[in-house]
T-cell receptor
Framework: DAGVTQSPTHLIKTRGQQVTLRCSPKSGHDTVSWYQQALGQGPQFIFQ???????QRGNFPDRFSGHQFPNYSSELNVNALLLGDSALYLC???????????FGEGSRLTVL | AQSVTQLGSHVSVSEGALVLLRCNYSSSVPPYLFWYVQYPNQGLQLLLKYTTGATLVKGINGFEAEFKKSETSFHLTKPSAHMSDAAEYFCAVSPLGDKIIFGKGTRLHILP
């Protein structure tokens, strides 16, 4: 049973560029949440997707957007990258919004 | 607003000694409480969680935590530390199963 998978694992971008990160949830899960973990910090909630809609959102600007597909996989898009967007981006899946979160290993984004 | 405070960004204990990682939370509604562990370059793994019922919760790898409503605390303990316990530990709160909010983490060092 595959767990949560994320791609790419590492990537480097320059300021102003755009990035797309991808997540496949654990089998049987229908809800995907995205978190940003800056170096030395705890994960910060970005948003959560359920039934292809954004259900909850944290305190992140509109440059951060997402999508959930019919197969429950999800993408996180970040536009107009800033140096401060450098972080580990974690995807977590669950069975409904209150279910236990299962995390992927993350995508480490470096913005130069 | 809900928040989590972890006391001590770094904690060092000797191998075989008691592990105590402190966590206090604030929540306007009955919370769900979690402890996650993160090993280097990996995602987060759930150690244990409290939702309702018994206030002493047992988790994986010999860890346990006690929910104390009067103290708004959810401290994590393990009777005897092992070298493999060295990792980053995150306390988290979810008000009534809403989005999970993480603390800043405590890095546990095990001394030989």
């Amino acid at each position: 049973d595959a767990g949560v998978t994320q791609s790419p694992t590492h990537l480097i971008k320059t300021r102003g560029q755009q990035v797309t990160l991808r997540c496949s949830p654990k089998s049987g899960h229908d809800t995907v949440s995205w978190y940003q973990q800056a170096l030395g910090q705890g994960p910060q909630f970005i948003f959560q997707y359920y039934e292809e809609e954004e259900r909850q959102r944290g305190n992140f600007p509109d440059r951060f957007s997402g999508h959930q597909f019919p197969n429950y996989s999800s993408e996180l898009n970040v536009n107009a990258l800033l140096l401060g967007d450098s972080a580990l981006y974690l995807c977590a899946s669950s069975l409904n919004s209150a279910g236990e979160l299962f995390f992927g290993e993350g995508s480490r984004l470096t913005v130069l | 607003a809900q928040s989590v405070t972890q006391l001590g960004s770094h904690v060092s204990v000797s191998e075989g000694a008691l592990v105590l990682l402190r966590c206090n939370y604030s929540s306007s509604v009955p919370p769900y409480l979690f402890w996650y562990v993160q090993y280097p370059n990996q995602g987060l793994q759930l150690l244990l969680k409290y939702t309702t019922g018994a206030t002493l919760v047992k988790g994986i790898n010999g860890f346990e935590a006690e929910f104390k409503k009067s103290e708004t605390s959810f401290h994590l303990t393990k009777p005897s530390a092992h070298m493999s316990d060295a990792a980053e530990y995150f306390c988290a709160v979810s008000p009534l199963g809403d989005k999970i909010i993480f603390g800043k983490g405590t890095r546990l060092h095990i001394l030989p």
